[in-house]
């Protein structure tokens, strides 16, 4: 389960990080001296209009007036991100190009073979930023109403209901499966390029139920055009605390769409730490505070050191979801 120990930092604790010594004394020449002296690139390996292209210009947008450069986002989809992953690994370590990564990253390690970078040694995690809870929806034609329903029907009719997700190794995916290993019950895996179309066919009963963002399936739920069985959340959420919790039901589990920067391999420690303080400033400026708010997005300010632990745990519990239920990309 996603453990989210990431505790918003003091205004005292970024200006401390942001003159960490060495980087503002550094000699003429080396990376933290000089940087920033030009324009940033965040790399966004999805199409335009999505959570983490929408959480990489928000940011960018405040670090470029923190920083004093422009902050120039890109987008590089394809190959489920590995087109855009691999070409910031092999960019120089010198922190004006970044990743802006979710889910996907950390699963793709087991899903895909013959990755063309090395996640752990080509990758370095600079900051987690937002994340967006999952909800478990189906369309009102279902006739589900909490997940005592969709085990009894499942249990009933083995292979016959089907769950969409984002895509193959997405984290609607992953957690459909997981579901399905938690519940003891089989449920047919339908993969859709994205979100958009995945939440469309749901909408028209072309599918029975679906991990999604709950920020874009909220105004369905509030409408009536979808029910929500369960939040996939620890604790009721802040965004809808009418929907119970899967784990209210007998099912801890957890599921989010993350959203987080990754630098080059080889970027020196101390530029990763600066570059870590100036997302958590951008992170508390109230432009960010207030889009997040609207959009139903939780911010996770932290340490560089606290996101390399969250993606080795998410490494971890996504290899095991993958292997158990054999899943495979194709």
Not at 194 to 215: C, I, K, R, S, Y
Request: hydrophobic fraction near 40%; proline fraction near 7%; glycine fraction near 10%.
């Amino acid at each position: 389960m996603q453990r989210r120990h990431f505790l918003q930092s003091t205004a005292a604790t970024t200006a401390a990080a942001l003159m960490l010594p060495g980087l503002s004394q550094a000699q003429p020449g080396s990376p933290a001296g000089t940087w920033p002296a030009k324009p940033l690139r965040i790399i966004v390996p999805f199409t335009p209009g999505g959570t983490t292209d929408l959480v990489a210009r928000l940011v960018g947008t405040e670090l470029g007036k923190s920083l004093g450069q422009p902050v120039i986002v890109e987008n590089k989809p394809g190959a489920g991100t590995v087109i855009g992953v691999d070409y910031v690994s092999k960019q120089p370590a010198d922190g004006y190009t970044l990743v802006c990564v979710a889910n996907s990253f950390t699963a793709n390690k087991t899903l895909v073979k013959n990755l063309p970078y090395d996640t752990t040694r080509d990758l370095k995690p600079v900051a987690l930023m937002g994340l967006s809870e999952h909800v478990l929806a189906t369309h009102p034609g279902s006739g589900l109403k909490t997940l005592a329903d969709l085990r009894s029907r499942a249990k009933a009719r083995p292979g016959e209901l089907s769950y969409a997700s984002f895509g193959n190794g997405t984290s609607a995916h992953l957690s459909g499966a997981l579901l399905c290993q938690e519940m003891g019950i089989d449920m047919v895996h339908i993969p859709y390029k994205g979100q958009g179309p995945a939440l469309a066919d749901l909408l028209g009963g072309q599918v029975d139920v679906m991990f999604g963002n709950w920020p874009e399936f909220r105004g369905h739920v509030q409408s009536g055009k979808l029910v929500a069985l369960g939040m996939a959340t620890r604790q009721r959420s802040q965004f809808a605390p009418q929907v119970p919790t899967l784990a209210e039901q007998g099912v801890a589990l957890e599921s989010n769409s993350w959203q987080g920067l990754l630098a080059p391999g080889a970027t020196p420690d101390a530029l990763v730490q600066r570059i870590n303080a100036a997302v958590v400033k951008a992170l508390a400026e109230p432009a960010v505070v207030d889009a997040f708010a609207r959009g139903g997005i939780v911010s996770q300010a932290g340490t560089a050191q606290q996101f390399a632990a969250f993606v080795t745990s998410e490494i971890a519990k996504y290899e095991a979801i993958i292997r158990r239920a054999n899943i495979t990309l194709g």
